[in-house]
C-alpha cells in the first residue's frame, strides 16, 4: 500500500469488513482522517484526455514529454505532470523495443515540387578514408531544380551541426517550407524538431518501406 488511494481503500475494508472506527482504521494504515476523506475536486480540463490519445495514436512512439511539447505547440496551458497523469491512466506507456525504429511524424505521399525553393530533401552518403576512418557529406537538394544546396563533409555529424547548416543557408539563401528527411537520430532528434518548428519548417518523413523517397539528395550528388 503506496499510493494514498490504496491506502484509503485498506481504511474501508477494516471498517466495513471488522467493524473498525474509522480513527483505529486510519492508525493501523497510518494516515489520517483528513486524507482518507479527501475528495479530488479539480475537474479534468475538457478534450484534454481525448486530445492525448490522439496525439498517441497518431505519434505511436512519442512519450509523454514529446506530447506535452506538442501540447503546448498547440496552445495548450497545461503542467507536465498533468500531462503525464493523464498519459499514465491511459496506458499510453511507450515500450521498449529492440528492433528499428518508425517514424514520429505522420506518414503522407510526397508532394511533387512546383517551385524552386519550396521543397527540399537532405540525406546522408558515406565514404572510407585512406586511414580506414569513415568519411559522411550531409547534402541538401532543391527538389525542384535538382540543385544541390549545401554539402557538408566530415567524420561525424550530429543533430547540432545539421541544425547550424540550416541556420547558414537561413542567412543566405533563405528556408523552403518542408525538408524531406529519412529516420536517422540527427533527423528525428530534438534539436532539429525545435528548430523546425521555431522556423516553420515542415520535416516530411519518408514513409516505410519506401526507401527511394530518401535517396533524392544521395542520387543527385553521385550523379
Known amino acids: 500500500m503506496v499510493s494514498p488511494q490504496a491506502r484509503r481503500e485498506a481504511v474501508t475494508l477494516l471498517m466495513q469488513g471488522y467493524e473498525f472506527g474509522v480513527t483505529r482504521a486510519c492508525g493501523l494504515v497510518q494516515i489520517s482522517r483528513s486524507l482518507y476523506r479527501y475528495c479530488r475536486r479539480r475537474t479534468g480540463r475538457p478534450g484534454l484526455r481525448e486530445r492525448i490519445e490522439e496525439i498517441a495514436a497518431l505519434k505511436r512512439r512519442y512519450g509523454y514529454r514529446r506530447v506535452y511539447l506538442r501540447l503546448r505547440r498547440e496552445g495548450w496551458s497545461v503542467n507536465r505532470k498533468h500531462v503525464y497523469q493523464i498519459y499514465r ?3 499510453l506507456a511507450v515500450r521498449r523495443r529492440k528492433r528499428k525504429r518508425i517514424g514520429l511524424v505522420e506518414r503522407k505521399p510526397l508532394p511533387k515540387p512546383a517551385a524552386a525553393n519550396l521543397s527540399w530533401s537532405m540525406d546522408f552518403v558515406s565514404d572510407g578514408l585512406a586511414d580506414g576512418r569513415r568519411l559522411r557529406c550531409l547534402n541538401i537538394v532543391d527538389d525542384c531544380t535538382r540543385e544541390c544546396v549545401a554539402i557538408e563533409v566530415d567524420t561525424s555529424i550530429t543533430g547540432s551541426r545539421v541544425k547550424a547548416v540550416m541556420e547558414r543557408l537561413a542567412d543566405t539563401r533563405g528556408l523552403p517550407r518542408s525538408i524531406t528527411v529519412d529516420h536517422g537520430p540527427e533527423f528525428e532528434g530534438q534539436v532539429l524538431d525545435a528548430w523546425a518548428y521555431q522556423h516553420n519548417v ?3 518523413f519518408i514513409r516505410p518501406g519506401k526507401p527511394n ?8 550528388l553521385l550523379c
Open 89 to 91: 491512466d491511459a496506458g
Open 213 to 220: 523517397e530518401k535517396a533524392k539528395a544521395s542520387y543527385y
Open 202 to 204: 515542415h520535416l516530411s
